[in-house]
C-alpha cells in the first residue's frame, strides 16, 4: 500500500484540530501527517501532544505558506503529497477516491475533486458564487483562463516535483496559483466529479486579506508564465488576452470601488490595451468624470 504524505501549514489557526481529525479518519489508513509550524504565537507545540504519535511535527520562524509546504514536502517520505489548508476539512473518503483515479490512468500526475464551501462555524454554503470546473487530461489552458485547483483538494504524484520544482517563497500570496501552473504545464490531472471536502470561507483567512496584494500577483504571475511559455502563448493569443483583459479590469473595478480612481484608470487603460472591450472604455471614462456629473 502506496504511502500518502499529507502536509498541513498552519499559523495561528483555531480550525487545525478539525483539519488533522479529518485526515485521521480516512478510510485509506497509509498517510504520514507533516503539521508545519509557520510561526504560531499561541503554544501550538503543546496543543499538538495528544497527537504525537501520529503526526511529524515541523517549526519555522513566520515565512508564510510556501516555505511552510516547502519544508513539509522535503521532510514528506509518501509516494504521493497532499495538501490541507489548516481551516479546511476532508470527507472520509477523499484520499481512497483520488489515490483510484491513478489506477485507472497511470499517465495523471496529479488528481483534485470538487468541494463544498462552508461558514466560518461548519455550515454548508448553499449556491456558492465560486464553483469548481472538472476537466481532466492537458487542463492547463482551463486552470491558466480560471484559477479552480485549490490545494486542499490536490493530491500528486512526488515524483511530480522533478519537474515542477517547490513552491515560490517569494510570492506572499497566490503562491499557489503559480505552483500549479507549472504542475498543469508538465503532467494530465485526473478529477473525482465528487464533493471530498469542505473549504472553509472566512474573512481572517489570508485570501480575503489584501485585494491590491492579490490581483497584482495574479497578473504578474499569468506575465511571467506567458514570458517563459511563447508556444503556449502564440496557440492560444486570442484567449489569453481575453483573460488578461479581464483581470486587469477586475483589478481596475476593485480600485474604483474603494474610491481610488487614479489606480483604477491605470488597470482599465491596460485592459483596454490587451483588446478593446466596452466595459473598460466605459470605466476609463467614468474615472474621469467628476463625480458631481455622473449619473447617480
Known amino acids: 500500500m502506496k504511502k500518502v504524505s499529507v502536509i498541513i501549514p498552519t499559523y495561528n489557526c483555531p480550525y487545525l484540530g478539525e483539519a ?12 504520514e501527517i507533516i503539521i508545519v509550524d509557520d510561526g504560531t504565537t499561541n503554544n501550538l507545540k503543546i496543543s ?8 511529524k511535527y515541523l517549526y519555522q520562524e513566520n515565512s508564510g505558506p510556501a516555505a511552510a509546504r516547502n519544508l513539509g514536502m522535503k521532510n514528506a517520505t509518501g509516494d504521493y503529497i497532499a495538501f490541507l489548508d489548516a481551516d479546511d476539512i476532508w470527507l472520509p473518503e477523499k484520499v481512497e477516491k483520488q489515490l483510484a483515479i491513478f489506477e485507472e490512468n497511470s499517465d495523471f500526475g496529479f488528481a483534485y475533486c470538487d468541494n ?13 458564487i465560486r464553483k469548481v470546473k472538472l476537466v481532466k487530461g492537458d487542463i492547463l489552458l482551463d486552470f491558466f483562463l480560471d484559477f479552480f485547483l485549490i490545494t486542499s483538494g490536490i493530491i500528486l504524484k512526488r515524483e511530480c ?9 517569494q510570492l506572499p500570496v497566490g503562491e499557489d496559483f503559480e505552483f500549479f501552473l507549472r504542475l498543469c504545464r508538465h503532467y494530465k490531472a485526473g478529477v473525482v466529479k465528487k464533493k471530498l471536502y469542505n ?4 474573512q481572517e483567512s489570508l485570501s480575503k486579506q489584501d485585494y491590491e496584494l492579490n490581483k497584482k500577483i495574479d497578473i504578474e504571475t499569468l506575465k511571467k508564465f506567458i ?7 502564440k496557440k492560444y493569443r486570442k484567449v489569453i488576452r481575453k483573460r488578461m483583459a479581464d483581470l486587469y479590469f477586475k483589478f481596475g473595478y476593485a480600485y474604483r470601488m474603494h474610491g481610488e480612481n487614479l489606480k483604477a484608470y491605470f488597470q482599465f487603460v491596460n485592459s483596454l490595451k490587451c483588446g478593446f472591450n466596452f466595459k473598460a472604455f466605459k470605466n ?7 463625480c458631481g456629473f455622473r449619473r447617480q
Do not use: H, M
Open 199 to 202: 473549504r472553509r470561507v472566512w
Open 284 to 290: 476609463v471614462v467614468l474615472c474621469l468624470v467628476p
Open 116 to 128: 463544498y464551501f462552508i461558514t466560518k462555524t461548519g455550515k454548508t454554503i448553499e449556491n456558492y
Open 161 to 169: 516535483l522533478e519537474k515542477t520544482g517547490l513552491f515560490d517563497e
Open 48 to 55: 499538538l501532544e495528544k497527537y504525537k504519535n501520529r503526526i
Open 20 to 31: 488533522i481529525e479529518s485526515v485521521l479518519t480516512q478510510t485509506y489508513k497509509n498517510i
Open 227 to 233: 514570458s517563459v511559455n511563447p508556444a503556449f502563448y
